[in-house]
């Protein structure tokens, strides 16, 4: 019958572009302007009982179309119904192309950009679409036409479903398995998301050459839909630019809300991927040329016309690589070569504009007039403390250092001097008492070898040339006593009675302890005083303050540790805190005793810097 007809209302009929099951396509001709179109038909089985709703739906297919004026999807001129045949037609746009399903059955490759551009064009459509409430629920490789030109179009609106359309009822099943969305599988309520959905499976199929719900069944596909994940494109294909996994995953979600809400969302991340990828690889523009593989020689790919199926189209060999584009040809915004030019000129402005602000124009003074003679000071009284050092005198090193202190406190040679002429000092003083006690100790033994005691005078004696070992008296003595120990009248003097020998003289404490000094310091700058028994221990100046930017003081803090030797004993202990200028901070005297060979801590504790210091003294334990 289809081969008998010549004419379907107006139209005349030339040739047959391709069969269905349902209908035919023919190449048609308007006889009012002379326009070919491609007139697709209906031709409903007799046994089919639900004729009518494949008429209204294959009518819903022009009226869908038909609101839908868009470079990339397939025009609809007319529609109606053959009063001699009683055949329904639709009047469609005739475009010489091939389908994207031709293209892949044929093993026609595409480059990754031109796989993008196509995605892009693609998506673009179909926001058009949607935002004219059209949904189109069959987008495949089928029902995309590639023109001889290049243009992408989308065609056979068959199922498309208007938004106010009730013609398709809920769990209902719709579209081509393979490429549907879940939602349509389970027969929910579709949107404008379920096309990206199906657009997403176009694209990875285009680029890892397989689709990523494959199954050997419908129930196997439909059950990889609804409930497994994708699989990372990339992973596929090794080669295939990384940038395309978050795009592909996004469209594929199961979720619609988690999927690209709009098809111009898509559109627009497809087509900035593809600029960097044609700008960044020497691929041809023409399709036939293959993600870095040429393609062998011209092909010919002929095909029926028809507006479902896509024409012949004549794929150009492979042309040169065409040069990556030149830095100097790039399109340059005026506005930001405005913007680059006034920071470039004003900034350096701004900043010799601050510097000259700042510049000390003078008076320029001159040195002080008194600096030649501090430093010559200083110079004299470190040459005079050397001097004294050498000769053992460490107290006057002392007082030559302390007069000109004050000019010169952080004079590393100053501080030198200053610490080994109080070190010297402090021997000093240690020999001086220990040979203080060894003579303390003769006079005792002295005097209990008078008195018959040789057993205490021995003692005495063996204490002091411990003490003083250079003490040679102590050391005659200490023969005799041991001479007179060995003789019976020796031995009997030591027998007699206490009473007879009167009482012994005191015992003093001999020996040594160690006070060591703490203090986490939270002031930058000031001195620690030390008194043992009303008689100056140590003065400790410290200084943590550091040098910033421009030279400038910078407040700081430290810990102060220090370690002195003090008399064995009972001793009252007095420490005082001063201020950077010298005011007192605080000051307490503590009572102390320090068992010879011992250690205690003096520690001074103070939370900030506004706080008043609180002074401790503890007995360490352990010896010293």
Not at 104 to 129: N, W
Not at 233 to 255: G, M, T
Not at 296 to 310: E, K, L, Q, V
Request: one cysteine or more; aromatic letters at 6%; proline letters at 7%.
């Amino acid at each position: 019958m289809a081969s008998e007809l010549k004419q379907l209302g107006r139209y005349l009929l030339e040739r047959v572009l391709g069969k269905g099951a349902m209908g035919v396509v023919y190449l048609a001709r308007d006889p009012v302007i002379g326009r070919l179109v491609a007139l697709k038909t209906l031709n409903v089985p007799a046994e089919v009982e639900e004729d009518e709703e494949f008429r209204q739906r294959f009518l819903r297919e022009a009226q869908a179309a038909g609101l839908l004026t868009h470079p990339g999807i397939v025009t609809v001129f007319d529609a109606g119904v053959d009063d001699a045949t009683g055949l329904s037609f639709i009047a469609m746009e005739y475009v010489e192309g091939k389908s994207l399903k031709e293209l892949l059955k044929s093993g026609h490759m595409f480059t990754y950009s031109e796989v993008a551009r196509v995605g892009s064009a693609l998506a673009s459509g179909l926001d058009y679409a949607h935002a004219r409430g059209v949904i189109h629920r069959d987008i495949k490789p089928a029902n995309i036409l590639i023109t001889t030109q290049g243009a992408i179009k989308i065609t056979d609106f068959g199922v498309a479903r208007l938004e106010s359309s009730n013609l398709t009822a809920e769990g209902q099943f719709i579209g081509t398995p393979n490429y549907m969305s879940p939602e349509q599988v389970a027969g929910t309520p579709v949107d404008g998301r379920s096309d990206l959905f199906s657009l997403g499976v176009v694209v990875f199929e285009l680029l890892t050459g397989s689709r990523p719900f494959g199954g050997n069944s419908l129930t196997e596909v439909s059950y990889k839909i609804v409930h497994e994940a994708p699989p990372i494109p990339s992973h596929l294909r090794p080669a295939l630019p990384p940038a395309f996994n978050p795009i592909l995953l996004k469209l594929l979600e199961k979720d619609p809300a988690r999927r690209y809400q709009k098809g111009a969302d898509v559109a627009r991340a497809l087509d900035a991927l593809r600029r960097v990828l044609a700008g960044g690889v020497a691929e041809g523009g023409a399709l036939g040329s293959s993600g870095g593989r040429a393609v062998d020689g011209p092909r010919s790919i002929s095909a029926a016309h028809t507006a479902t199926r896509a024409t012949s189209v004549e794929v150009a060999p492979p042309s040169a690589p065409a040069p990556p584009p030149s830095l100097w040809r790039q399109p340059i915004e005026r506005r930001w070569v405005a913007m680059i030019l006034a920071i470039a000129v004003l900034l350096p402005g701004a900043i010799i504009a601050v510097l000259i602000a700042f510049l000390d124009r003078g008076p320029f003074g001159g040195a002080d007039p008194g600096e030649p003679g501090r430093r010559h000071r200083v110079a004299a009284a470190q040459r005079q403390a050397e001097a004294a050092l050498r000769s053992g005198n460490p107290e006057e090193a002392e007082r030559a250092l302390a007069e000109v202190w004050d000019q010169a406190p952080y004079a590393s040679r100053a501080r030198e001097l200053l610490a080994a002429a109080r070190a010297a000092r402090e021997s000093k003083q240690t020999r001086a008492l220990r040979t203080e006690q060894a003579h303390k100790l003769r006079e005792e033994g002295q005097e209990a070898l008078r008195s018959g005691r040789v057993h205490d005078a021995q003692t005495r004696f063996e204490d002091a040339v411990a003490l003083d070992p250079n003490d040679t008296l102590s050391q005659e003595y200490l023969d005799l006593a041991r001479e007179r120990g060995r003789s019976p009248g020796g031995a009997r003097a030591a027998q007699l009675p206490a009473s007879l020998q009167g009482a012994p003289a005191p015992t003093p404490v001999p020996g040594q302890a160690r006070l060591e000094l703490y203090f986490n310091c939270p002031l930058s700058t000031g001195s620690i005083e030390i008194e043992v028994d009303g008689v100056r221990l140590a003065m400790k100046p410290f200084d943590f303050t550091t040098r910033g930017i421009f030279g400038l003081k910078r407040k700081g803090a430290g810990i102060i540790q220090d370690s002195y030797t003090v008399q064995a004993g009972s001793s009252r202990v007095t420490v005082r805190l001063f201020e950077e200028n010298g005011i007192l901070r605080g000051e307490e005297t503590l009572p102390a005793t320090f068992p010879a060979g011992s250690r205690a801590i003096l520690k001074i504790e103070m939370t900030g810097e506004r706080e008043g210091p609180r002074f401790t003294l503890t007995t360490a334990k352990g010896k010293g």
